[in-house]
C-alpha cells in the first residue's frame, strides 16, 4: 500500500512539472545553489569515507614510490643488498627470532573468536494466543481486577503495540488460572526443550559435544535448576560447564552471552549453548496496583537457544561473528535499582513493579553504556567530530549542541529490545533511527510481545527472514534488565545470511511489517 503511494505521488509530480516545462522553458547562467541542490547527509557520508580512509590514502603515495625505486634496482644492486645480509648474518638472525617470538605470542595471546553458528526462537502453539478482546474478557472473569484495573489494562494494551497473535502461558488459560510450580516447570521445558530441539535438529549437533551451558531465566528459578533441567533432558556430558542465571531481567540475554564469550576464551575447541527465556506462570499479578499491572499486558510466552564455537573451522558454517559486548550497570543508584522490583502490594499479593522514572533511568543507563561503545565501533570521523564539538563546549563556553553520533554509520541492522513501545519510540529518536532501522523491533513486539532476553533474538530472525543481512553486515543487539542494566552485543555477518528452517517468522513473514495503531 505504501508502494503504491509513492508511485501514484512520483507520478503526478512528474506531471506538473511537464505541464511547467510546456508553458515556459528559461535558461539561467547562475551556477546552482549547491546547499539547496546537493542533500548534505551525502557531504557527511563522504567526509566519513574520507577520514576513515585517511590511513590508506597516505600510504598509497609512500607504496607508489617504493614500488618505482625496487623497479629501477639492476642486478648489481640487489647483489649488493645480498652481500650486506650475508655479513651481518646476527643482526638477521636476532630479528628474525624476535619477529617469530612476538608473532607465537601474539597468535597465543590473541582472543579466539567467537562464531554463532545458529540459534532458534521457541513458536507456542495455536490454542496459547491470547487475542486482546479474549485477553480482557478472561481478566474480567476472574475476578481479581476491579472495574479500575481492568479500564487500565485496556488502556495499556491498545498503546502497547501488541497484536493479536502473542501467546500466554496455558496455565493462564484455565478460569481460574492454575499458576503452580508443576505448570511452571511446564512451560519452562516447553519453552527450553522446543528451542533446543529444532537447534540441534537444524545444526545436527550431539548434545553430547556441548562443553558450556548458559541459562538465563530471571524470575523462575526452581531447584534443581533449569540448566540441569536441560542436562537431564538430552544427557549432557558429565564435566559441563553449566550456569544458571537468575534476577537479571530482560538484558540477561546479553550477559548470558558474555559469559559464554569468557568460557570459550577458557576452554579450546568447544561449543556453548545459550538458552535465553522467562517464565510467567508463577509471575502473573492478580491485584490492583497499577504499576504492577503493566508486566501483565506487555510479556508473553517465548525463548532462545544459541550455538555458539571456538572452532576455527566452524567459521566456514557459522552465521555470525562476535565482535563487541559492552555491559552497564547503575545498580549503585537507589532509584535505578528500585526502577524494577519485585515485591508484595498492600494485600500481599506478588508482582513486579515498574517505575514511573523507568525511561529517565534506562536513557541514562543508554548513555553510559553507548559512551563506551561508541570508541569501539564508530568510524573515526564520527569520533572527531563528537571529540571537536566537546572541545569548543569545554574550553570556549560555546553554546553549541552537544554532536550525537551517527551509529547508523557504525551497523547495518538494530536489535533493540521490544520491551515497549515507549522504550523502541525513544530509542528511535535519540540515536537518529529511520522505521526501517526500528522495524524488526516493533515488528516483534506486535508479533510475539516483549518475550524479555529473547526478543533479540525473534528481532534477528526477523531481519533474516526478510533477507535483509548481507555478507560484512554489523548488528547491533541492546537490550535493558532491572538492576538497572543496559548491555549491547555487536555481531558481524560472515556470509548472506537466510533463515533457519522452521522458524518463528516463517508462516507469516509476508504479512509484515504492518501499521502499528496509535
Not at 576513515?52 to 647483489?79: G, H, K
Not at 601474539?106 to 496459547?128: F, N, S
Not at 524470575?219 to 540441569?228: D, E, I, K, R
Request: proline share 5%; aromatic share 8%.
Amino acid at each position: 500500500m505504501a508502494a503504491a503511494t509513492t508511485t501514484a505521488t512520483g507520478a503526478n509530480t512528474a506531471a506538473g512539472t511537464d505541464e511547467t516545462v510546456g508553458v515556459q522553458i528559461q535558461q539561467s547562467r547562475r551556477l546552482p545553489d549547491f546547499l539547496q541542490s546537493v542533500n548534505l547527509k551525502y557531504v557527511k557520508l563522504g567526509y566519513h569515507y574520507l577520514i576513515s580512509n585517511l590511513l590508506t590514502l597516505c600510504l598509497i603515495p609512500v607504496m607508489a614510490v617504493i614500488l618505482i625505486e625496487a623497479s629501477q634496482m639492476n642486478p648489481d644492486d640487489i647483489r649488493q643488498l645480498w652481500l650486506h645480509l650475508k655479513y651481518n648474518l646476527v643482526s638477521v638472525i636476532i630479528c628474525s627470532a624476535v619477529l617469530v617470538f612476538g608473532s607465537t605470542v601474539y597468535i597465543m595471546t590473541r582472543p579466539r573468536p567467537v562464531y554463532l553458528i545458529d540459534y532458534t526462537c521457541y513458536k507456542p502453539p495455536e490454542e496459547l494466543k491470547a487475542p486482546y478482546e479474549r485477553f480482557m474478557r478472561h481478566s474480567r472473569l476472574t475476578g481479581d481486577f476491579d472495574e479500575s484495573s481492568l479500564e487500565f489494562q485496556r488502556k495499556i494494551l491498545e498503546r502497547s503495540g501488541l497484536g493479536d497473535e502473542t501467546y500466554v502461558p496455558e496455565a493462564m488459560h484455565h478460569l481460574p488460572p492454575q499458576p503452580s510450580m508443576q505448570a511452571a516447570r511446564e512451560e519452562a521445558e516447553q519453552v527450553m526443550f522446543g528451542a533446543l530441539d529444532k537447534l540441534f535438529a537444524n545444526t545436527s549437533l550431539k548434545p553430547k559435544k556441548i562443553g558450556v551451558l548458559v541459562v538465563n531465566c530471571s524470575l523462575f528459578n526452581p531447584t534443581p535448576s533449569l540448566s540441569a533441567m536441560i542436562v537431564n533432558k538430552y544427557k549432557l556430558r558429565g564435566n559441563i560447564r553449566s550456569f544458571n542465571l537468575g534476577g537479571m531481567g530482560c538484558s540477561a540475554g546479553v550477559i548470558a552471552v558474555d559469559l559464554a564469550k569468557d568460557m570459550l576464551q577458557v576452554h579450546r575447541n568447544t561449543y556453548a549453548v545459550v538458552v535465553s527465556t522467562e517464565n510467567i506462570t508463577q509471575n502473573w499479578y492478580f491485584g490492583n496496583k497499577k504499576s504492577m499491572l503493566i508486566p501483565n499486558c506487555l510479556f508473553r510466552v517465548g525463548g532462545a537457544a544459541v550455538l555458539l564455537s571456538n572452532k576455527s573451522m566452524d567459521r566456514r558454517r557459522a552465521k555470525y561473528k562476535l565482535v563487541h559486548v559492552v555491559r552497564t550497570h547503575r545498580g549503585a543508584d537507589d532509584k535505578a535499582f528500585r526502577c524494577v522490583y519485585q515485591e508484595q502490594d498492600d494485600a500481599g499479593k506478588t508482582g513486579v513493579s515498574l517505575s514511573k522514572d523507568l525511561m529517565a533511568i534506562a536513557g541514562g543507563a543508554l548513555k553510559t553504556n553507548i559512551t563506551t561503545l561508541g570508541p569501539l565501533v564508530l568510524p573515526i570521523s564520527e569520533q572527531l567530530l563528537f571529540f571537536a564539538t566537546l572541545i569548543i563546549k569545554k574550553i570556549f563556553n560555546k553554546n553549541v549542541k552537544p554532536y550525537i553520533p551517527d551509529f547508523k554509520l557504525a551497523f547495518d541492522h538494530f536489535c533493540i529490545h521490544a520491551g515497549g513501545r515507549a522504550v523502541i519510540d525513544e530509542l528511535e529518536k535519540n540515536l537518529q533511527l529511520t522505521q526501517v532501522h526500528v522495524e524488526a523491533s516493533r515488528m516483534t513486539l506486535h508479533r510475539f510481545g516483549n518475550t524479555s532476553s529473547s526478543s533479540i533474538w525473534y528481532e534477528l530472525a526477523y531481519t533474516e527472514a526478510k533477507g535483509r543481512m548481507r555478507k560484512g553486515n554489523k548488528v547491533w543487539q541492546i537490550a535493558f534488565g532491572s538492576g538497572f542494566k543496559c548491555n549491547s552485543a555487536v555481531w558481524q555477518a560472515l556470509r548472506n545470511v537466510k533463515p533457519s528452517p522452521n522458524g518463528p517468522w516463517e508462516d507469516c513473514i509476508d504479512r509484515y511489517p504492518v501499521k502499528v495503531v496509535s
